[in-house]
């Protein structure tokens, strides 16, 4: 570490006096207030990518991010023992509470406004830009051949996991070909084209634990899977995470929806993607995945006990779905 701290000091030109653990990250307290280090696989031209992301969202007055910190020569990270390293404003404050109406609010707000700064997005030919425009099909395609693979090693096992899975698998199955199905016949591709005119970005993770509140503001942070992708692909994010904590209230979807729309509207077209994308029965493949394929840091029990709660919300998704339409 000790290393390490030399290279930081001499890079950047700043003094460390300490270094804690934070996450899967570093905290500095430098003579120059505290810094979040970031070691990572990330290639550079990766981490350029986030690093004119982020310096474009400033420019069109979305500051309240976790700003990237340049090296004495200009650069957006060094590289040291191969392995990518780089350094960001700290953000002091607490994970944002999606149980709190006002909160949610206020994140829909502050994604409308991430979107609506970086339209117009274009990289340096430094930087190496990641594309997701027009993958959804092949996405949903793939995890659908995989549900019904994991079904095979399902019907094999002898844990309650698996009867659970081979009672409700099809049910989940055949919902997800209904949604791709639907995709086929969407402005899916319309909406992608127009996109890539727009070059607008995702933020592609945005959850509760990725937006900090300090003080009476709210900061958008971790921008490691930021992409060229269709603004309700965020959207859809907040809103899966949000109605599982209401049951699948449509009166919260509406609200969260109409914030957002304020300050960045939506289509018909955008909504009728959104509803077959909250169809898709994300979080079952999910679960099932992560069990059959890296069950190592959970619990039987726990395993079990997130994918009852997959089925339970089956009753409330059905009305949900009903009654979106009609937003």
């Not at 890296?294 to 009852?308: A, G, P, V």
């Amino acid at each position: 570490m000790h290393e390490l701290e030399r290279e930081l000091q001499e890079n950047y030109d700043i003094r460390i006096n300490s270094i804690s653990n934070f996450r899967d990250m570093f905290i500095a307290n430098t003579d120059n207030g505290r810094r979040l280090i970031k070691i990572t696989g990330l290639k550079p031209d990766r981490v350029n990518f986030i690093a004119e992301v982020k310096e474009h969202l400033f420019r069109n007055g979305f500051c309240n991010i976790d700003r990237n910190i340049f090296t004495n020569s200009g650069k957006s990270c060094i590289t040291y023992n191969d392995q990518t390293i780089y350094m960001c404003r700290y953000i002091e404050g607490r994970e944002s509470n999606l149980d709190n109406r006002e909160e949610s609010i206020r994140c829909a707000r502050l994604l409308a406004k991430m979107h609506r700064a970086s339209i117009g997005f274009s990289c340096s030919e430094n930087s190496s830009p990641r594309n997701e425009l027009g993958r959804l099909p092949s996405s949903y395609r793939k995890r659908l051949d995989e549900i019904k693979k994991l079904k095979k090693s399902a019907v094999k096992g002898k844990m309650k996991f698996d009867n659970l899975m081979c009672r409700h698998v099809d049910y989940f199955y055949e919902l997800g070909e209904r949604a791709l199905n639907l995709l086929d016949t969407s402005d899916y591709y319309e909406l992608v084209e127009d996109a890539e005119k727009n070059k607008n970005i995702s933020h592609h993770d945005f959850n509760h634990h990725n937006i900090f509140v300090q003080n009476n503001d709210m900061y958008l942070i971790n921008f490691e899977y930021c992409c060229y992708d269709l603004k309700v692909y965020d959207l859809v994010n907040l809103l899966r995470r949000k109605m599982r904590k209401c049951q699948w209230d449509i009166d919260e979807a509406a609200l969260i929806i109409n914030e957002y729309s304020k300050i960045e509207s939506l289509s018909e077209s955008e909504l009728d993607l959104m509803k077959l994308m909250l169809m898709f029965p994300q979080k079952f493949w999910r679960v099932i995945n992560k069990y059959y394929n890296s069950r190592k840091s959970w619990s039987e029990q726990n395993y079990i006990s997130r994918l009852e709660e997959v089925i339970d919300e089956v009753k409330y998704l059905k009305e949900f779905l009903e009654k979106f339409s009609a937003l």
